[in-house]
């Protein structure tokens, strides 16, 4: 006599492992891609901005200063980032 709930109980695991993986293999391939992106981008380089407010007055990079601008700044982008990665996803978005 074959062991019936053994093979249910072993077919809703296996029916619940596939979502679960192909969920983890989107979060590594998104974050992969992600990882790429900031890895291989010149623009996103902030690395020079000293160089780049040379030109500009005294008084403007204190008041950038005074109102953290790179905090803000950094928060923003970020932002804006994750909102474009959220309308991506099929089932949120």
């Not at 993986?21 to 690395?47: A, P």
């Amino acid at each position: 006599m074959p062991d019936l709930p053994g093979f249910a109980k072993w077919l809703i695991d296996l029916l619940l492992y596939i979502p679960k993986k192909i969920y983890e293999m989107l979060t590594d391939m998104i974050i992969n891609m992600i990882d790429y992106i900031f890895s291989t981008c010149t623009v996103c380089n902030f690395s020079n901005i000293n160089t780049s407010l040379t030109g500009m007055a005294q008084g403007v990079i204190w008041m950038l200063g005074w109102f953290r601008f790179d905090y803000g700044l950094s928060v923003v982008l970020g932002a804006y980032l994750i909102r474009f990665l959220i309308r991506r996803l099929p089932v949120v978005g």
